[in-house]
């Protein structure tokens, strides 16, 4: 069954730094979701991505973050200069269409020093 | 916007009885409510959904209630096993494609062997 896959699983970075999260949705997917989920607490969504443009955004995507699918395949989530209150676990999720299951990746988990 | 909240926090049962997870949503616009099961570390995965056209569904031992006039729905878990024990969430979504989901704050489930 397909998934969908992110990379790296884990990461460290200075606080100030940039960092990309890549995710590869299922393949005939076309809604892309980002979500993050600090330790012990809920998932909370980030932005949905449709068409090559940003459908809908939370008030937590600010303009330190940005998405974009950079080919067919990949979507990526770029932290222009990480803070310490980004570290969390952060979840790719793509799904077929309207009212369709959303199916997450297994995350990466990004700590902020 | 939407806001979901899920109660309890730790449910604690005996193997074989039964367990109940409530939420209730605050925007009656609202009308896809899925479940997610998240396993320590582990991405969350879907392990039932409801559309606000239907007020029940059921899947082997695992239902899902829907009450649209009180806004609140409800995950019943039946003949509980150990593997069932994990952190149970709920969602609710406008249900379009780009909507992203808002989750609960997560039921810790315990399975008492």
Excluded at chain 1, 3 to 13: A, G, L, M, N, Y
Excluded at chain 2, 32 to 57: A, C, H, M, T
Excluded at chain 2, 89 to 102: K, P, R
Aim: net charge negative; with cysteine; proline share 4%.
């Amino acid at each position: 069954e397909p998934e969908v896959t992110q990379t790296p699983s884990h990461q460290v970075t200075q606080m100030g730094q940039e960092v990309i999260l890549r995710c590869v949705p299922i393949s005939n997917h076309l809604y892309f979701y980002w979500y993050r989920q600090i330790l012990g607490q809920k998932v909370e969504f980030l932005v949905s991505f449709y068409n090559n443009e940003i459908s809908e955004k939370s008030e937590i995507f600010d303009d330190q973050f940005s998405v974009e699918r950079p080919d067919g395949s990949n979507f990526t989530l770029k932290i222009r200069s990480t803070k310490l209150e980004d570290s969390a676990m952060y979840f790719c999720a793509s799904s077929a269409g309207q009212s369709q299951t959303q199916y997450f990746g297994p995350g990466t988990r990004l700590l902020v020093l | 916007g939407e806001n979901v909240e899920q109660h309890p926090s730790t449910l604690s049962v005996q193997e074989g009885d039964s367990a109940v997870i409530k939420c209730t949503y605050s925007d009656s616009a609202s009308n896809y409510f899925p479940w997610y099961k998240q396993e320590l570390g582990k991405r969350p995965q879907l392990i039932i959904d409801i559309r606000s056209n239907v007020g029940e569904k059921k899947d082997q031992r695992i239902a899902v209630t829907l009450n649209k006039t009180a806004k609140h729905f409800s995950l019943h878990i039946t003949e509980t096993q150990p593997e069932d024990s994990a952190v149970y969430f709920c969602a609710a979504s406008l249900g379009g494609g780009a909507d992203g989901l808002t989750f609960g704050k997560g039921t810790h489930l315990i399975i008492q062997p």
